[in-house]
C-alpha cells in the first residue's frame, strides 16, 4: 500500500493502482469526464500507474488539454470505425481531416470504390457506438522512429512516412485500436467508452464529425453550417493541395529543396490576387464604408493597409479609420465578471458618436476625427478633419466591425463588410490537424514580445479570456460578412520557429502557462525553420516578426 494525495485529500491505494481507477473512485469533476491527471506537476495519460505519495490533480474535458484529448481520441476511433465498414464492404478509402467547422472536424473521403453518403455514414456512426459500448482500450506503443517509419511505410502512409523524415526524436509513439494503428500529436484517452458523445453529418462534398466543445463537453450541439467560412477554408485547402504543400512533411520537403522562396512568393501572390478582387467588388458595388472585423492576430492592420493600395490602384481614396479611437474614456469603461476593465465589449466603444461622426461623412460634411489616448486612456481631438469626396472609401477596421450594433444608422447598402483570420490550412498530417488558434497565438506571442514588452507566460495567461471575447464578439457575425479573408501563410510557422521558442522556453516549469508553452514546442519540433530574409515587405507576417513597410 502507498500513500498519495488527490487535490489535497490524502489517500491510499495499492501498488499498481492506475491514474484511472483513482479517478473512478476519488476523481470529481462537475462539468465534463476526467481524461488526463497532473502527477507531481507532469501531465499524464490515465494508464499511468499512480506514484508513492504523489499529488494528484484530474483533467477533465471542462479543461482545453482534456477537450483536446477527447477530440483527438475521437478522430482515432471514428479512423477506425470507417476502416472497419470500408473493410466490410469490401473496399479501401483514405480519410483526410481538414479543419474545425461548426464545432466539429470536417473531414472527407477519397476512394475509388465507395461513395460518401449518409447511409455510409450511418454504418460508421453504428460501429462507432459498438465500439464505445465494448470500451476498448486504447494502448500506447513506443517504437524506434525508423521502425515506425518502416511500419507505416508498409500500410501505404505516405504522409506519416514524409512526416517522420524529418523528426530528430529516436523514438515516437503510436495508438492501437484492436487492429488500427495511427500516430497522433498528443495524448488520448484510455478506451473507447470515454468517448459517448459525437455526431456525423454529410456536408458538402465530406461529412463532419461533431464533438462537445469545452463551454459544455457533454452535449454534441447542433451542427450549423457555416457555407461562407466552409468556402474560404476549402479554397486555402485547395491551394495547398495545387501547391503540393498540404502537410507539415510537404513543406519540409519544400525547404529542404532549397525551393523555399518560390513558395513564398506564389503564397503572397495567391494573397494578394485575393485582396485585389475584394477591391474590384468593393468598387463596383460603389461602397462607401469598408468594415473589417477579425480575431487577434488576424492580421487586420496589415489586410487594412494592402485592401487600401489595390483600392487606389483602383482609382479610389481609402481613408482609414481605426474604432478604437472611439473607444469611451476608461473611466466609463465596462468591467467584466472578474473586476478587471472589459475592452472587448462592445459597450466599451463609443457607438452614438461614431455613427453620428459616419453619418456626417456620408453627407458630405466635415468631421472632426478622434485619436485616443491609450497612455491616459482619454479620446482626444489633434485638429484632424476629414471630408468625403468622389471615389472616397472609409476603411474601418476593429473587433466590432461586423457586429450590426456598431453601424446601425448607417445605411446597409453602404456598408462593405470583410471578415479576416489566419485559418491555418496546413496540418500536420492526414489525421492531427493544426488549429487555427496555435498560429494566431504563436503570431501574438512574438509581437506582443517585440512591441508591447509582454513575455510569452503573459501573452499565453491572457489568451482564454481574449477567446472569450472572440466568442462572444466576432465569430457570431462572421457569416454575415460580403467578403472572407484568409491571411494565414503556408510557410510562416516555418519562419516564425525561431522568433518564438526562445520565449517559450524561457516560461518557468513551475508557471500555469509551462504545459501550452511544452505543448507548443513539441508542436514547432515538426518544422524546419526558415530565416525571414525573404519574406516581402509589405506581407501579413511582417505585421509579427518586424520589417513591415506599414505602420503597425
Excluded at 462537445?212 to 479554397?235: S, T
Excluded at 501572390?269 to 487577434?296: H, N, T
Aim: net charge negative; glycine share 6%; proline share 4%.
Amino acid at each position: 500500500m502507498m500513500q498519495i494525495t488527490v487535490d489535497g485529500v490524502k489517500h491510499t491505494v495499492e501498488e499498481g493502482t492506475t491514474l484511472e481507477a483513482v479517478a473512478r473512485e476519488y476523481g470529481v469533476c462537475e462539468n465534463g469526464e476526467i481524461v488526463l491527471a497532473y502527477q507531481n506537476r507532469h501531465l499524464c495519460e490515465l494508464f499511468k500507474p499512480v506514484m508513492a505519495n504523489a499529488n494528484i490533480t484530474f483533467v477533465s474535458t471542462a479543461d482545453k488539454i482534456g477537450i483536446e484529448t477527447y477530440r483527438r481520441s475521437m478522430i482515432l476511433m471514428m479512423m477506425k470505425a470507417f476502416r472497419d465498414v470500408l473493410k466490410r464492404d469490401g473496399a479501401t478509402g483514405r480519410i483526410r481531416v481538414l479543419f474545425s467547422l461548426s464545432k466539429g472536424l470536417y473531414c472527407e473521403l477519397a476512394s475509388h470504390q465507395v461513395t460518401l453518403s449518409q447511409e455510409l455514414l450511418q454504418k460508421v456512426s453504428d460501429r462507432m457506438q459498438e465500439l464505445v459500448d465494448a470500451d476498448v482500450p486504447i494502448e500506447k506503443h513506443t517504437y524506434n522512429a525508423h521502425d515506425l517509419v518502416k511500419r507505416f511505410s508498409k500500410q501505404g502512409r505516405k504522409d506519416k512516412v514524409q512526416l517522420f523524415r524529418y523528426r530528430r526524436a529516436s523514438n515516437a509513439n503510436a495508438y492501437l485500436l484492436e487492429d488500427f494503428e495511427d500516430y497522433y500529436y498528443g495524448f488520448m484517452v484510455p478506451s473507447t467508452g470515454y468517448l459517448k458523445y459525437f455526431a456525423l453529418y454529410a456536408y458538402e462534398d465530406g461529412f463532419v464529425l461533431q464533438m462537445p466543445a469545452r463551454k459544455n463537453p457533454l452535449v454534441v450541439p447542433e451542427f450549423k453550417p457555416q457555407n461562407k467560412l466552409f468556402q474560404v477554408l476549402k479554397q486555402s485547402d485547395d491551394w495547398g493541395v495545387m501547391l503540393n504543400v498540404d502537410t507539415v512533411g510537404g513543406l519540409n520537403d519544400v525547404i529542404a529543396a532549397g525551393e523555399i522562396g518560390d513558395l513564398m512568393l506564389v503564397q503572397e501572390a495567391l494573397q494578394e490576387k485575393k485582396i485585389a478582387e475584394i477591391a474590384e467588388a468593393i468598387k463596383q458595388q460603389d461602397k462607401k464604408f469598408v468594415l473589417i472585423a477579425g480575431p487577434s492576430s488576424s492580421g487586420k492592420t496589415s489586410f487594412s493597409h494592402r485592401l487600401s493600395i489595390q483600392l487606389r490602384a483602383l482609382g479610389m481614396h481609402p481613408h482609414p479609420i481605426a474604432l478604437d479611437n472611439y473607444f469611451v474614456d476608461r473611466k466609463y469603461t465596462p468591467k467584466d465578471a472578474e473586476g478587471n476593465l472589459d475592452f472587448e465589449c462592445i459597450e466599451a466603444l463609443d457607438v452614438k458618436q461614431f455613427n453620428e461622426d459616419m453619418l456626417h461623412l456620408l453627407q458630405g460634411e466635415e468631421v472632426r476625427m478622434p485619436t485616443f489616448n491609450f497612455l491616459i486612456g482619454e479620446r482626444e481631438y489633434r485638429g484632424d478633419s476629414l471630408q468625403l469626396h468622389e471615389n472616397d472609401v472609409l476603411v474601418i477596421e476593429g473587433i466590432h466591425g461586423l457586429n450590426p450594433e456598431v453601424s446601425k444608422q448607417l445605411p446597409d447598402e453602404s456598408k462593405f463588410k470583410i471578415y479576416i483570420s489566419a485559418l491555418t490550412q496546413l496540418n500536420v498530417d492526414e489525421h492531427n490537424r493544426i488549429a487555427t488558434t496555435d498560429g494566431r497565438l504563436i503570431r501574438r506571442i512574438v509581437r506582443d514580445a517585440r512591441t508591447r514588452g509582454h513575455n510569452a507566460q503573459k501573452t499565453i495567461g491572457m489568451w482564454d479570456s481574449v477567446r472569450r471575447g472572440e466568442e462572444k464578439n466576432i465569430f457570431p457575425f462572421q457569416e454575415e460578412a460580403d467578403a472572407m479573408f484568409n491571411s494565414a501563410l503556408i510557410y510562416e510557422l516555418s519562419v516564425i520557429k525561431p522568433y518564438v521558442e526562445p520565449l517559450l522556453f524561457a516560461i518557468p516549469k513551475d508557471a500555469p502557462e509551462y504545459q501550452e508553452a511544452k505543448r507548443l514546442l513539441k508542436f514547432l519540433d515538426y518544422f524546419l525553420a526558415v530565416g525571414s530574409e525573404s519574406i516581402p515587405n509589405n506581407s501579413i507576417l511582417r505585421e509579427f516578426v518586424g520589417g513591415s513597410c506599414f505602420p503597425v
